[in-house]
């Protein structure tokens, strides 16, 4: 089993090679379609990639760490980012983290057991005067209060 879903994913990222190319260019929208598609980029699919664009699989992997949107590690369905940037800490974001953690029963950097949620934080989200804001998957929410967050997290499948 596991075989074939190497050789699945192998297959994969040779057609994704296909599309994109070999150039450098290529390694981010490569790495995003493997993200979408999976919810981060395993240790295999990292070495494959770079294979294919004969780079040092340490590149792969500091591109997936400097980005956010990008993951070394399995996460849940959904990502929740809460914005740890001055203006939403100011407008009350430790007060919202404390709601959704108590909600969740899990911390920041963890995963609920079911899967079903991430928590992370970010950086500012361009919405500093509607703050605190967070990020559910590609949707922006802003003015959260303790209650109104843990409403918008009680809605996410
Ligand atoms: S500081 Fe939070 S959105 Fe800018």
Redesign the pocket.
């Known amino acids: 089993m596991l075989i074939y879903e190497k050789n699945s994913l192998e297959a994969e990222i040779a057609g994704l090679v296909e599309t994109y190319g070999k150039e450098r260019e290529a390694l981010l929208p490569i790495l995003e379609a493997i993200q979408k598609k999976y919810n981060y980029i395993s240790d295999f699919a990292q070495q494959e990639v770079a294979k294919h664009l004969q780079i040092h699989p340490v590149e792969v992997y500091s591109v997936i760490s400097f980005y956010a949107f990008l993951n070394h590690d399995p996460k849940g369905r959904n990502i929740v980012r809460l914005?740890q940037?001055?203006?939403?800490?100011l407008s009350g974001k430790a007060r919202v983290a404390e709601a959704i953690e108590k909600e969740l029963g899990i911390k920041f950097g963890e995963t609920t057991r079911d899967r079903r949620i991430s928590l992370e934080y970010t950086s500012?989200?361009?919405?500093?005067d509607?703050?605190?804001?967070m990020l559910v998957n590609d949707t922006v929410y802003n003015r959260l209060d303790p209650q109104k967050a843990v409403k918008i997290l009680s809605e996410v499948k």
């Open positions: 914005c940037t001055i203006s939403c800490t500012c989200l361009g919405m500093c509607m703050g605190p804001s």
